[in-house]
């Protein structure tokens, strides 16, 4: 079902508190299309390392740029981006 994240849902990722990235990455997680294939999570000494493309969708890319307009999630979880939406985070 290719499914677009609303506004609100937009909205709530670049508002979304500093003491809760890992309940982000869940929020995120349910309104991600084609997690089976793009979305991996691994666990590190001290973090969450997760490893997610957006496959080209759009509304992926949308939820994107909503966690760059969160600042502090993109200051202290960003770690790399690839061209072709290929994006790693390290949530604590």
Known sequence: MNRYPTEQ??????????????GL???????WEFADW????K???DA????ISTVGWSGNEDIIRALEKNPLFWTM????SR?????????R
């Not at 990455?25 to 309104?31: E, N, T, V």
């Not at 061209?83 to 949530?91: E, L, Q």
């Open 9 to 22: 849902e937009l909205e709530k990722i670049e508002k979304w508190p500093h003491n809760d990235f890992r």
């Open 25 to 31: 990455m869940d929020f995120i997680y349910d309104i």
């Open 38 to 41: 793009g979305w991996s999570e």
């Open 43 to 45: 666990k590190l000494k």
């Open 48 to 51: 969450i390392k997760y490893d």
């Open 77 to 80: 979880c960003w770690v790399q």
């Open 83 to 91: 061209r072709g939406g290929h994006y790693i985070f390290h949530v």
